[in-house]
């Protein structure tokens, strides 16, 4: 079975700064890589499908990027309502594996 | 517009069985596959199977084979869980949730992502 395996585990950054979550699966699996975000007391939401195409509805500040093994979640400018948890998913094949989480807290 | 509807709050003894329920509303049921993933107090996303409502194949974590049930009912667009063998490990918030599988009144198939989940069902195994 692939691995995903999110880094860091957690990190704290101020509003404005920009964030960078990386995803390492291993092996590769075709860019069929979502990325979550589940803020405190909440049902995840998709951010991010296909590796890199934003949902409809999410702010342009997300971005996604990498292929083959790996994966990068960026967020550009970040903002109080980031605050949560974010993982990433493979979603093709069985099992749909998620990454052990990535916890956004503001300094 | 979509949503998945879940059965309310559990509360069962080690060795029991629950059963949670999924209604579905505002899209084709059968043309996207159910999945269920839970998710303990504080900790990370656990995927447990998936169902493809109209054929009703389905595919389970190799950690839940022999424990984990997935059902559907296509007259009432409800998916169903069903974990037998409770122990306190199984204690958290089980969602269904839409994707992974979806094919179109062309019969093209595609993979999208987990688009839409259903509110939750916390589980309690406790004596």
């Known amino acids: 079975d692939i691995q995903m395996t999110q880094s860091p585990s957690s990190l704290s950054a101020s509003v404005g700064d920009r964030v960078t979550i990386t995803c390492r699966a291993s092996?590769?699996?075709?860019?069929?890589l979502a990325w979550y975000q589940q803020r405190p007391g909440k049902v995840p939401h998709l951010l991010i499908y296909g590796a890199s195409t934003l949902q409809s509805g999410v702010p342009s500040r997300f971005s996604g990027s990498g292929s083959g093994t790996d994966f990068t979640l960026t967020i550009s400018n970040l903002q109080p309502e980031d605050v949560g948890t974010y993982y990433c998913q493979k979603y093709n094949s069985s099992p749909r594996t998620f990454g052990q989480g990535t916890k956004v807290e503001l300094k | 517009q979509v949503q998945l509807v879940q059965s309310g709050a559990e509360v069962k003894m080690p060795g029991a069985s629950v059963k949670v329920s999924c209604r579905t509303s505002?899209?084709?049921?059968?043309?996207?596959?159910i999945n269920w993933v839970r998710q303990a107090t504080g900790q990370g996303l656990e995927w447990l199977g998936w169902m493809n409502p109209n054929s009703g194949n389905k595919v389970y974590a190799q950690k839940f084979r022999g424990r984990v049930t997935l059902t559907r009912d296509t007259s009432t667009n409800t998916a169903y869980l069903e974990l037998s063998s409770l122990t306190s490990e199984d204690t958290a918030v089980y969602f269904c949730?839409?994707?992974?599988?979806?094919?179109?009144?062309?019969?093209?198939?595609?993979?999208?992502?987990?688009?839409?989940w259903g509110q939750g069902t916390p589980v309690t195994v406790a004596s």
């Open positions: 949730v839409r994707g992974g599988g979806h094919y179109d009144s062309n019969g093209q198939y595609s993979i999208p992502a987990f688009d839409y």
């Open positions: 092996q590769d699996f075709a860019n069929y």
């Open positions: 505002g899209y084709s049921f059968i043309s996207y596959d």
